[in-house]
Nanobody
Framework: QVELVESGGGLVQTGGSLRLSCSTS????????MAWFRRAPGKEREFVSRLSWNGDRFYYADSVKGRFTISRDTAKNIVYLQMNDLKAEDTAVYYC???????????????????WGQGTQVTVTA
């Protein structure tokens, strides 16, 4: 079973940037559907961004479109989430998610993914 580990979270001021990383010590992320979700305090886990299976298409929640960029470095076996122009409402725990299912349905919902990291906290201050 692949285990995902997120890193890169932290405290940043409004307008700042962070880059989150999702890695694994076993298996290849290139064979998985990959996504990022987040959970803000008192809210449900929500979709942020995802890659198509072969990594050539990118999808974003409207709230982050134009500010966040998802990418995959196959050689390093890492999926990134570059977050620019951060806002207070981006404050949340960010989770990397994956599934190795042959097909994926409802890919913007948490139930589509069966492998999750432990999360990394992102806090954006004024």
């Amino acid at each position: 079973q692949v285990e995902l580990v997120e890193s890169g979270g932290g405290l940043v001021q409004t307008g700042g940037s962070l880059r989150l990383s999702c890695s694994t010590s076993e298996g290849s992320l290139a064979t998985l559907y990959m996504a990022w979700f987040r959970r803000a305090p008192g809210k449900e886990r929500e979709f942020v961004s995802r890659l198509s299976w072969n990594g050539d298409r990118f999808y974003y929640a409207d709230s982050v479109k134009g500010r966040f960029t998802i990418s995959r470095d196959t050689a390093k076996n890492i999926v990134y989430l570059q977050m620019n122009d951060l806002k207070a409402e981006d404050t949340a725990v960010y989770y990397c998610a994956a599934t190795g299912a042959a097909g994926i349905t409802a890919p913007t919902t948490p139930r589509a993914y069966d492998i999750w990291g432990q999360g990394t906290q992102v806090t954006v201050t004024a």
